[in-house]
């Protein structure tokens, strides 16, 4: 071969678009899980309290605390998208609860995530950049 540098390029290319088609798939999960209120939401910060746990045949997810509503009365629940976040006890998280029945709460995001549009807009980027390196290796 004559060229292994294109090779390598192409490999490259092709490692920077499979990583971000993955973190676009993990975006559009992540704003699934917030579809799952049904309504815009109120923003509100909060923490988790308890972290998913089994008792035997029977799985908990984790709760967080927040406070939502006209009275900021706290709520000590279990997010509606609880499976989707790596919900540790002690991590702050941003959550949106719905309006009318504050006790209807999903996470948005966590200290050590994005918001969802986040992981898209970084997804698409990174496609835009593995198909940019493969058009300029064959240039």
């Known amino acids: 071969m004559s060229q292994p540098w294109l090779t390598f390029a192409?490999?490259?290319?092709?490692g920077w678009l499979a990583y971000g088609i993955r973190v676009v798939r993990r975006g559009l999960r992540e704003r699934r899980g917030v579809r799952l209120l049904g309504v815009r939401g109120t923003r509100t910060k909060g923490e988790v309290v308890r972290g998913p746990r089994r008792e035997g045949a029977t799985f908990h997810p984790a709760q967080i605390r927040y406070q939502a509503g006209p009275t900021?009365?706290?709520y000590r629940r279990s997010p509606l998208n609880a499976d989707q976040h790596s919900l540790w006890v002690g991590f702050e998280v941003v959550a949106l609860?719905?309006?009318d029945d504050p006790r209807r709460v999903v996470v948005l995001r966590t200290q050590k995530t994005f918001n969802p549009g986040t992981y898209v807009v970084n997804g698409v980027a990174l496609c835009l950049f593995g198909v940019a390196l493969a058009v300029w290796a064959f240039l």
């Open 72 to 74: 900021s009365q706290t």
């Open 10 to 14: 192409l490999l490259f290319a092709t």
């Open 97 to 99: 609860y719905d309006p």
